[in-house]
Structure formats: structure tokens, C-alpha cells
């Protein structure tokens, strides 16, 4: 089967399983307000059936209630304290938890004593010892680490390919993400500041798409990592990785070669490299992207053929899915277990470069 029929043949959204009743929708509480909820989640959620946001947590309820009428969103507006203190908790089924990163713990603790699910944003935590609390506070309810690209149509073609033989056995990775967090949200970005955004900018903001969508692709776990890194520019002070470069070690054998950068070009791209083929990614990891997908095989003989997306809305369709496991009563493809251990893979990129040798997880 070629890629223009696996795509025709391939329905966009092949995990559902419960059909959306906009009568009786999924509830969001939406706990942080910056610009990724607001310009991304808000209205992913506004746009699909069978979910909708019924409350808005932030610093103070005036806040959240000019966002929701700045947004046009019908959902009450309290601040974190009245969250943990279970105001409004009738009024929402689950949590979207995007706040810095060393902030996801209580709102997972406050949401698993509540008999919340959740959806937390990646990286799980800041450190994997703050992600080992997570996943113990979130046993007994549903739990998903927001990984969007494990519903993006392009990536579970390129698995359903890979997993079809298409390229034979895996030999090599390659990946990137880059993009200017000081263009986006200047030097007084919470990912600039270790505190909050955990040992990093990059490989944790970044460099966690390309360790993820890989594992999630071949089916292998992280094992080792190998790193060096650079910060030159000021506003990349505290933290050692302006600029990436590093080496995962995967199951099976199979090496990930990525590089992720908070101060670069916005580019990203994933190509997984066989005995028999390639699949190449391009762009890749970014949501209002129109990816192209290229498979080629052969030798003397070579055969390249491509396809391209049309854009879909990833917060959307990810919105979705957890929604039809929740209805469905079914566990999610990334849960917390699987967020935590990305984030001892990160953790290991990070000593491999301080220590200048690999590390194992």
C-alpha cells in the first residue's frame, strides 16, 4: 500500500470509540492561563463536540474572568486557592493542567483528591523525582500526559508504517525542534528560569518532542543518553542549554541523534532511517504546521513517494481522545508512568552533558 492509499484508507481519528454527544460533554477546568491555553486549548476545546470548558483557574478570578470574556467562553473564574479548596468542583470532569512545570504536583495532588482525571502538560513535573510524586498522587484517576503528537494523524502513519516492515529494521533516528522563546516570550520566559522550568530550556521544552514521538513510534524506551550544550546569550544565563545537541540510546540498539534550541530558527523535523527504507517528517512538532510525510525505500532501485496533510488543529484532536477514553473507560496510550520516565530521560541528557560521558537511565 503507498502512502496516498494508507492515507485515504487511514481514518484521522482511528482510536475513537464512543461518539461525542455535545448534550452531555467532557467538562475542563483549564488551570493556568498564559498564552498556550488561551491561544491553543481554548479554542481547540471550543471547536470539538463533546467537550467544553466550564472553568478557568488562574492568579485571581478577575483574571480569569476577563480571559473567559475576552474569549467568549462561558465558564466560571476562580483563583488556585479556591481550586484547591474545591470551589466550583461541581461544575468540571477533568483538569487541563498548564502551568510551569514545577507547578503541575499540587494541581494533580488537589485534582486526584477531588476524583478529577487530568491532562498534564509535558514535561510531567521538573524533575523526575517531582514526577515520582505525581504519578503516586494520581493513582486512582485517570491521568494523561499531554502528548499531542501521539494523535497527530501524520505520526500514527509513519508508526503504522514502521510497524508494517515499510523500512525494515530501525537502525537510526534523527530529529530536531528550535524556535525563539525570546521572539515568543521574552527573557522573562518561565521556561528561562530553572526554578520553574525544571534543568533547562531546550531539551526539556523542546527536545522532549523528538525523544517522545520517537519512543512512541518504535515502540522503545530510552535507556542512555550522551549531551553537550552551549549558552552564550545572556538571557540564557541560568540555565546550560541555549542550544542542544544529544544522543538517546534506545531499546533494541536504536540511537536518536536530536538537536533542540530555544534560540533558533522555528524548525522541526523527525526522520527514522531502516535497513530497507526511510521516513522523513517535515515540518514536524509544531500545531499550525501542513506536514509532508516521505517515505523512500530501495537501493539501486529507489522509490520516494509523499504525501502531505492537511493542518488539523493537534490540541484539538488530542482534547478528543481524552475524551473518548474517559467515556470509554478505556486507559490512555501516554499516562503519567509514561511521562515520568521522559522526564529521567531528560534528566540523564542533562548530567551526560555535565559530566561529558553517557549516562544511563
Not at 96 to 104: E, F, K, R
Not at 140 to 155: E, Q, W
Not at 193 to 209: E, H
Not at 223 to 246: G, I, K, L
Request: charged share 25%; hydrophobic share 40%.
Amino acid at each position: 500500500m503507498n502512502l496516498t492509499e494508507l492515507r485515504d484508507a487511514f481514518a484521522e481519528r482511528d482510536w475513537q470509540r464512543t461518539e461525542p454527544d455535545s448534550d452531555d460533554p467532557i467538562r475542563f477546568a483549564m488551570i493556568g492561563l498564559g498564552w498556550w491555553t488561551v491561544e491553543e486549548m481554548l479554542p481547540a476545546v471550543a471547536a470539538e463536540p463533546g467537550v467544553e470548558t466550564t472553568v478557568l483557574v488562574s492568579s485571581t478570578a478577575e483574571k480569569a474572568e476577563r480571559v473567559a470574556n475576552e474569549t467568549h467562553t462561558d465558564a466560571v473564574g476562580i483563583d488556585y486557592d479556591d481550586f484547591h479548596d474545591g470551589d466550583a468542583a461541581q461544575e468540571y470532569d477533568a483538569v487541563y493542567v498548564c502551568t510551569p512545570n514545577a507547578l503541575h504536583l499540587p494541581y494533580v495532588e488537589t485534582a486526584a483528591d477531588l476524583d478529577k482525571a487530568v491532562l498534564c502538560e509535558k514535561p510531567l513535573e521538573s524533575t523526575a523525582e517531582r514526577a515520582e510524586r505525581l504519578v503516586e498522587a494520581a493513582e486512582g484517576i485517570p491521568i494523561m500526559t499531554a502528548y499531542r503528537m501521539h494523535t497527530d494523524p501524520s505520526i500514527r502513519i509513519a508508526k503504522r508504517l514502521y510497524e508494517d516492515g515499510a523500512i525494515g529494521d530501525p537502525v537510526a533516528v534523527q530529529g530536531h525542534m528550535t524556535q525563539d522563546v525570546l521572539d515568543i516570550a521574552g527573557a522573562d520566559s518561565w521556561r528561562l528560569n530553572p526554578d520553574l522550568a525544571g534543568p533547562g530550556a531546550s531539551v526539556t521544552d523542546l527536545g522532549i518532542y523528538p525523544i517522545n514521538t520517537a519512543r512512541y513510534v518504535l515502540s522503545q524506551d530510552p535507556v542512555a543518553a550522551q549531551a553537550t550544550m552551549r549558552s552564550e546569550h545572556e538571557a540564557f544565563a541560568d540555565v546550560p542549554d541555549e542550544a542542544a545537541n544529544f544522543l538517546v540510546e534506545y531499546e533494541g540498539g536504536v540511537t536518536g541523534s536530536y538537536t533542540a534550541s530555544q534560540h533558533a530558527q522555528l524548525s522541526g523535523s523527525l526522520r527514522l532511517i531502516g535497513t530497507e527504507g526511510e521516513l522523513r517528517l517535515e515540518p514536524a512538532f509544531f500545531n499550525d504546521d501542513r506536514a509532508t510525510l516521505h517515505l523512500r525505500t530501495g537501493t539501486s532501485a529507489v522509490t520516494d513517494t509523499s504525501i502531505e496533510f492537511d493542518t488539523i488543529d493537534q490540541m484539538q484532536v488530542e482534547a478528543a481522545y481524552f475524551a473518548d477514553c474517559l467515556r470509554d473507560g478505556r486507559p490512555f496510550e501516554a499516562d503519567a508512568e509514561h511521562g515520568l520516565l521522559d522526564m529521567r530521560a531528560i534528566e540523564a541528557v542533562y548530567e551526560a552533558a555535565e559530566r561529558g560521558e553517557r549516562v544511563e537511565l
